[in-house]
């Protein structure tokens, strides 16, 4: 703890400035240290960078077109044609569960990107407002985090129905509160600190208060809430297309895959029931495990917490 | 402290109000006529309007939204969420059939995770950085990464296919025949209770790894010189008392909300 507070104690008290060289003079040696340090993180971002390259190549890494149907391949058993055997339709599996990453990683990605970023302005503005706004702000906030992640984004999807642009609002929205929560107590901690302060007092509008001041020492707090929540929408996403209320036929989803025939088929051909399963849980684990590093790399503090 | 419990519990009343209403616009704003809905079915064709508009009337889907929230509000403070739509039958018994398996479900679940997470919780904080805790790490990261789901198929799968097996369809009570309640119950308690276990590991090792961080803790070790049964007993024993409480008001959580899921 001594440790970790003396780091964020150091970085409070030098704001990040705005530095446009950062990425080019600084991320290289910072990735470097975090592979060394973190050999956990790095195995997961290793799966995540296959997954995301399986998605983008999807087309050149599937051998078949993953909605061709052929009824006289029906539950092939995994052979050298079809690494992971074919489903009820004679479809190859390996090319669904390919293309089925494009589906989780987008998912995924706009979703957790939306809700996080959502949270985050919402975070901020209520804690630099403060009062009355802030007050209501987190009520409402309160209200949406009385609900479960699962319950809350299966209501909002039953209602708009089933799409992928309405699944991402769906897993977005119960991503929000959970993100402003977190965002709020850091814009908070930056807000009491004397170059805030001092900023304003020399006259520096509300504008460049925020972006020079408040927004860059909350990234952090950003970043890790972003990669916690990745894990969970693409959680979200396969439990809800397992239900029947994500992404319809024949999209290539790997919780859909695990809904329809595959529990009924299983004794038959357990392929279809265990290969999407596995795929859902690499990518996931992979999240998870560069999450958790990421955060332990970036606020020492928050380590021991959740 | 009676103060205390007063406040939170009056703060509640406007975060329930709140969610209420959330849940009510939520379903208004569906586009899509639910009279229309029933009347049409699925077959399309001929719509009588009259007719429609006569259900409209008797569902009391005319009357002004304001109104429809209240009444329903008023009908939920009394326990009584209205009939549904299409069975006709009131919601409170749809749901309270299902209520007592998915209470029996979540108790064991907490039961089974609690008995999991907390040794292997206080091993991985007593070695932390050493490989008990990178083992312990891995696993609850794993098993947060495998949808419940998915392990409930794969469950099913291996007792049908290696053991020629599966559970008792029909429910059965456990106040009528317990070793038949536990054969069709410990598999749903185990899927959901492993996933559960991963997420109370994590808990029980960062708490742990706090109490160890406290005042007292560093006090003991410093008077015992390093005498690690009593280190350790304290701080398994300050988890323990945490960990428990946290299962308490899981069970009050899973108790007054059944809709729970762990995640």
């Known amino acids: ?23 080019s003079s600084r991320a290289w040696p910072a990735i470097k240290k975090f592979i060394l340090t973190k050999p956990l993180g790095a195995a997961g971002g290793a799966v995540i960078v296959l997954m995301v390259l399986a998605a983008l190549f999807a087309g050149v890494i599937a051998p078949y077109d993953p909605i061709a149907i052929n009824q006289r391949l029906q539950f092939s058993p995994p052979s050298r044609e079809h690494w992971f055997g074919t489903d009820e339709f004679g479809r190859d599996l390996f090319s669904r569960i390919i293309y089925g990453a494009r589906i989780a ?15 985050a302005i ?38 708009l129905g089933r799409s992928i642009p309405n699944l991402v609002l769906a897993i977005a929205i ?16 930056v807000k009491e600190q004397m170059s805030v302060e001092a900023a304003r007092a020399v006259g520096s509008s509300h504008q460049r208060v925020m972006f020079r001041h408040i927004i860059p020492n909350v990234m952090a707090p950003y970043l890790i809430m972003l990669t916690a929540q990745l894990g969970s929408a693409i959680l979200v996403e396969a439990s809800l297309s397992f239900l029947g209320l994500g992404t319809a036929e024949p999209t290539p989803s790997w919780g859909l895959m695990l809904s329809g025939g595959a529990p009924l088929y299983a004794e038959k051909a357990p392929w279809v029931a265990i290969f999407p399963g596995l795929a859902i849980s690499l990518v996931i684990f992979g999240f998870n495990l560069f999450g958790d590093s990421l955060r332990d790399a970036l606020d020492p503090k928050l380590r021991h917490r959740q | ?10 703060l509640m009343i406007p975060t329930l109000l709140g969610a209420a209403l959330l849940v009510f616009l939520l379903m208004h704003v569906v586009p899509g006529d639910i009279a229309l809905l029933i009347i049409g079915g699925d077959q399309g064709g001929d719509i009588n309007y009259q007719e429609v508009a006569h259900l409209r ?40 059939i299902r209520l007592p398996v998915t209470l029996e479900v979540a108790i064991f679940a907490t039961l089974v995770s609690s008995l999991i997470a907390i040794p292997l919780g206080t091993l991985a904080a007593i070695r932390q950085d050493a490989w008990p805790d990178y083992v312990v790490r891995v696993v609850s990261i794993g098993g947060l990464a495998v949808p419940s789901f998915w392990v409930g198929i794969l469950i099913i799968l291996f007792l049908v296919i290696f053991f020629r097996w599966s559970p008792p369809l029909e429910f059965v009570s456990p106040f009528v025949d317990p070793w038949a309640n536990f054969q069709q119950l410990v598999w749903p308690i185990l899927s959901v209770g492993y996933r559960y276990a991963a997420v109370t590991t994590r808990m029980t ?46 069970l009050l959580y899973a108790w007054l909300d059944p809709r729970i899921s762990y995640r």
Not at chain 1, 128 to 156: E, H, N, S
């Open chain 1, 1 to 23: 703890m001594k440790e970790g507070e003396t780091a964020l104690a150091s970085r409070r008290s030098h704001p990040v400035a705005v530095d446009k060289g950062w990425v």
């Open chain 1, 122 to 159: 919402i975070g901020v503005v209520s804690a630099y407002l403060g009062g009355k706004t802030d007050l209501l702000m987190q009520r409402v906030m309160d209200i949406l985090l009385a609900f479960p992640l699962l319950i809350l984004a299966l209501a909002i999807v039953s209602v």
């Open chain 2, 57 to 96: 009337e008797q569902l009391g889907l005319n009357r002004p939204l304001y109104v429809q929230f209240l009444s329903w509000i008023w009908g939920v403070a009394r326990l009584d969420f209205g009939n549904s739509l299409w069975t006709g039958a009131p919601v409170i018994e749809e749901v309270s």
């Open chain 1, 174 to 189: 119960p991503i929000i509160p959970r993100t402003a929560r977190i965002l709020r107590s850091s814009a908070l901690a």
């Open chain 2, 205 to 250: 090792r960062s708490t742990v790894l706090e109490v160890m961080r406290e005042d007292y803790v560093r006090m003991v070790d410093a008077i015992a010189h390093r005498d690690i049964p009593v280190v350790q007993a304290l701080v398994l024993l300050t988890a323990f008392v945490f960990v428990v409480i946290n299962l308490i008001i899981d």
């Open chain 1, 105 to 119: 990683l987008f998912i995924g990605f706009t979703a957790s990107f939306l809700g996080s970023t959502g949270g």
């Open chain 2, 1 to 10: 402290m009676w103060q205390y419990i007063l406040k939170r519990v009056l």
